[in-house]
């Protein structure tokens, strides 16, 4: 799971816990002027499939943590629970879209847009 904060023009993602040592990372700070969109999203996460792990941890219905290669696409994941799940697309970045767990992805998505 990550915690979102906002300031500065960036959107700054700290993730929680033993997820540091699972994703090989524990913050991500993405000017908001490279974020497309953001929406919810627990299909995505659902899946069992979530590309060719370049570093980090999958493990079906587990979780899926680090950065993955995924339909040509650089992927950074966090997620135990599918349900809880968002969806940052980006441009300009080393990451095309972020797939991270939030405590609320409804108010998660809400303060992104906000922000933008």
Do not use: C
């Amino acid at each position: 799971m990550v915690d979102l904060s906002i300031g500065e023009g960036k959107l700054v993602l700290h993730v929680r816990g033993a997820d540091k040592l699972w994703a090989l990372k524990s913050s991500l700070e993405i000017p908001l002027i490279h974020i497309a969109r953001v929406r919810a999203d627990a299909e995505m996460a659902r899946g069992w499939h979530h590309g060719i792990r370049m570093g980090g941890t999958n493990v079906p219905g587990v979780i899926t943590a680090g950065t993955f290669y995924q339909d040509g696409k650089r992927v950074f994941w966090d997620v135990h629970h599918p349900e809880k799940t968002i969806v940052i697309d980006l441009h300009d970045e080393r990451f095309n879209e972020l797939v991270v767990e939030v405590a609320d992805p409804e108010a998660a998505v809400r303060l992104i847009n906000n922000a933008l």
